[in-house]
């Protein structure tokens, strides 16, 4: 594969980081959960082709587990990908946001916008990421998929023991959004915002949000779930059959 990246139909050159090294203990024991079988296939490979199915994208790092990058790089060689999308593999560190930074220093020149996507959710679909990246291409610094919530929330005390929480809050549904991935970032926000950002937080857009810039939210879509448990992966297994009944996927 080239190291070479090619612009997109806007001019900007977009390539996505895949954090893929966690151990996803909430699947269980067994292999770290971005390289757990869905319908036979990696959970990781599924994403990448999920990213990879914009044509606005150029390139794909996949930052693997620290002691796993060998393995991974064999799975990207022995599964069909886009011939028009470059893929690199990198070593990941001790948290998600300290992966995303070894992703982001492996960029070659020339990146504009810069997509971060969970490889535990491996079904977004590309209308998704396209979105995201439009976003982004039409200025702003951090663009979020998300979606309304469906149910009420309840802000807590939380308990250790196993006691019954107290209530303190009930926020309003109607200001609320679940967020999903890809995120998408001017290249140079997300840089600054890894390199002056040292809180613990939970996604990237937070890290930007940090620096006083403006994060907005485009439509999520239902498939973009993360798969988290046991049930999340009989759920993807059912929107695979239903794309290969529906669209011979």
């Known amino acids: ?25 909430r699947l269980g024991p067994g292999a ?34 620290p002691d796993g990058a060998a393995e991974v790089k064999s799975l990207l060689a022995d599964h069909a990908l886009p011939e028009r999308t470059d893929f690199l593999v990198v070593p990941g560190g001790d948290s998600r946001q300290e992966s995303v930074k ?14 971060v996507h969970d490889a ?25 998929p998300a979606l309304p919530l469906a149910d009420t929330v309840k802000e807590v005390v939380p308990t250790t023991d ?20 890809p995120q998408g970032f001017d290249h ?15 996604d990237d857009a937070s890290m930007v949000e940090r620096l006083g810039l403006q994060v907005v939210l ?11 448990r046991p049930l999340d992966l009989v759920l993807a297994e059912a929107v695979l059959a239903r794309r290969r009944a529906n669209d011979g996927f």
Not at 218 to 228: I, L, N, Q, S, W
């Open 1 to 25: 594969m080239s190291d070479e990246t090619r612009a997109d139909a806007g001019g900007a050159r977009t390539a996505v980081v895949i954090p893929a090294a966690g151990r996803g203990v």
């Open 32 to 65: 770290p959960k971005a390289l757990r079988a869905l319908s036979g296939t990696p959970m990781l490979i599924h994403a990448v082709r999920a990213m990879a199915a914009s044509r606005s994208v150029s390139l794909v790092v996949v930052v693997a587990p």
């Open 102 to 115: 070894l992703g982001l220093d492996a960029l070659p020149d020339g990146i504009d916008i810069v997509l």
């Open 120 to 144: 535990a959710r491996p079904l977004v679909p590309v209308d998704t990421v396209d979105a995201v990246i439009e976003a982004v291409r039409d200025g702003a610094p951090a663009v979020v």
């Open 162 to 181: 196993g006691s019954p929480e107290p209530v303190v809050a009930t926020p309003s549904r109607a200001r609320l959004r679940a967020v999903q991935t």
């Open 188 to 202: 140079a926000t997300l840089a600054r915002a890894h390199e002056t950002v040292t809180d613990d937080v939970t």
């Open 218 to 228: 485009v439509p999520g879509h239902e498939e973009a779930f993360k798969v988290t």
